[in-house]
């Protein structure tokens, strides 16, 4: 017994080490692996605060170039709007039943991040504002994210940028679709994986999600596709896509909630009851 | 005494906040950073209580892992060079460090600058191996550490020199 104590006394600053290394090896493994990442990250109190604080400045410096993405954005939906062939509803619409399945709500990025492996980006909406893990997040371009970690205030984001994500993600003319990952490389640029070798596909063609994983709806445009080619086994193509999002330069976006994914849910999980 | 204990607190909070708040988003060449916050360790107290030592690197790293949402690599990264640093000491150093009589800021530059690169590099390599965590992307590994320590080295000079010659 002596002998022990002896030993750690004489080791305590390597054993110290050892340990101290082996806790900050294991937050790092429960990084890497997808929605893991509970005890340290940014949604919290004192780094949430503080991100919120530096973005109220620095919100003034992007601030033309957003209004204008915004202009941009309402003027597309206005288009949309006027143009539609029956936009007077004639028939009678019970107001209980909205019919919608899709809840959208703003917010800002106040963290952004693109030059990792694995990028996560922090929103100023929380569990107070009813934002849950496994939200969806996009922009007025295209997708962003899926929200991980949530705190009263914060909530994290894991970007498309994140070589841990997996998005479902199809042809826009065809439906073939496949998994939408990143290789770590360029931020604007992510691959499609998983594309069947039958699918016809072009350089130029429109990528958008495929509605899916009930975490996106169907047709959130993704990007265009850049360049292609058939993998080892040759029976799937790997796309590399170029996104509409300009990534290094996201303000404002929108949290998606799919109202009936608990329902989406319990059929997939028990078919018999 | 007290005095130093302040300096040094004073100095974690303004290196950590000056890295996630500014220097890891400078994103040089698309991915290029410098971690200035490893002057706390390199520049700490050479009397110290090594626990106390270890453990304070330890929180740094944390802390600025906290902010940038990346596990645990910067904890990994800085309790590991606080935990060789008196073997890099005596090796940069040699009869100085042995005598107990080495101050920073009246050593040789040579000396001083082999110190610093040598703790940078094992910084940024224990860094990026965990960052990027594949063993077949040992290129990028490298690459990332080569030119992200030229930055921090650059970066961890300049900063010595000015803040010395105040003094």
């Known amino acids: 017994m002596q002998q022990i104590i002896n030993f750690i006394i004489r080791n305590k600053s390597f054993l110290l080490y050892l340990l101290l290394f082996s806790i900050a090896f294991g937050f790092t493994i429960q990084s890497h692996s997808y929605h893991k990442s509970k005890f340290i990250n940014s949604a919290n109190f004192l780094s949430g605060g503080i991100y919120n604080s530096i973005n109220n400045v620095n919100e003034y410096i992007h601030l033309r170039s957003q209004n204008e993405l915004l202009q941009e954005e309402n003027n597309h939906l206005r288009s949309i709007l006027y143009n539609q062939p029956d936009s007077i509803q004639e028939t009678f619409v019970d107001s209980l039943y909205s019919g919608i399945s899709y809840k959208f709500s703003p917010a800002i990025i106040i963290k952004n991040s693109y030059s990792s492996s694995n990028n996560i980006l922090l929103l100023n909406r929380g569990k107070r504002d009813s934002i849950q893990q496994d939200f969806g997040v996009i922009s007025s371009k295209g997708i962003v994210g899926i929200v991980d970690n949530t705190s009263k205030k914060y909530a994290t984001v894991i970007s498309i940028l994140n070589t841990t994500s997996r998005i479902s993600a199809q042809l826009k003319k065809s439906n073939h679709f496949g998994s939408l990952i990143w290789n770590g490389k360029s931020p604007h640029i992510v691959q499609l994986t998983e594309i069947q070798k039958i699918a016809p596909i072009q350089k130029g063609d429109t990528i958008v999600t495929s509605g899916r994983s009930a975490i996106f709806p169907k047709n959130i445009p993704i990007g265009t596709i850049e360049s292609y080619n058939l993998d080892s086994s040759e029976n799937y193509y790997t796309i590399h896509v170029r996104l509409f999002n300009d990534m290094t330069s996201l303000e404002h976006v929108y949290i998606i909630e799919n109202k009936d994914v608990n329902e989406i849910n319990m059929l997939l999980n028990n078919p018999h009851e | ?167």
């Open chain 2, 1 to 167: 005494m007290n005095s130093i204990v302040l300096t040094h607190s004073f100095r974690f909070v303004i290196l950590a906040l000056l890295q996630v708040l500014i220097l890891s988003h400078i994103n040089f060449l698309g991915y290029i950073n410098p971690y200035l916050y490893i002057l706390f360790i390199l520049l700490f107290p050479l009397k110290n209580n090594r626990v106390i030592f270890i453990f304070l690197s330890f929180l740094l790293g944390l802390t600025i892992d906290m902010f940038l949402d990346s596990g645990g690599i910067h904890a990994a990264a800085s309790v590991t060079i606080a935990y060789i640093r008196p073997a890099i000491l005596k090796l940069s150093f040699g009869a100085v460090y042995d005598h107990q009589t080495l101050k920073f800021s009246n050593v040789e530059f040579g000396s001083k600058l082999s110190y610093i690169i040598i703790l940078t590099i094992i910084h940024h390599l224990v860094l990026f191996s965990l960052e990027i965590f594949n063993f077949y992307k040992i290129i990028l590994i490298l690459q990332y550490t080569l030119f992200s320590s030229i930055f921090t080295i650059i970066l961890c000079l300049l900063t010595t020199v000015i803040f010395n010659r105040r003094k």
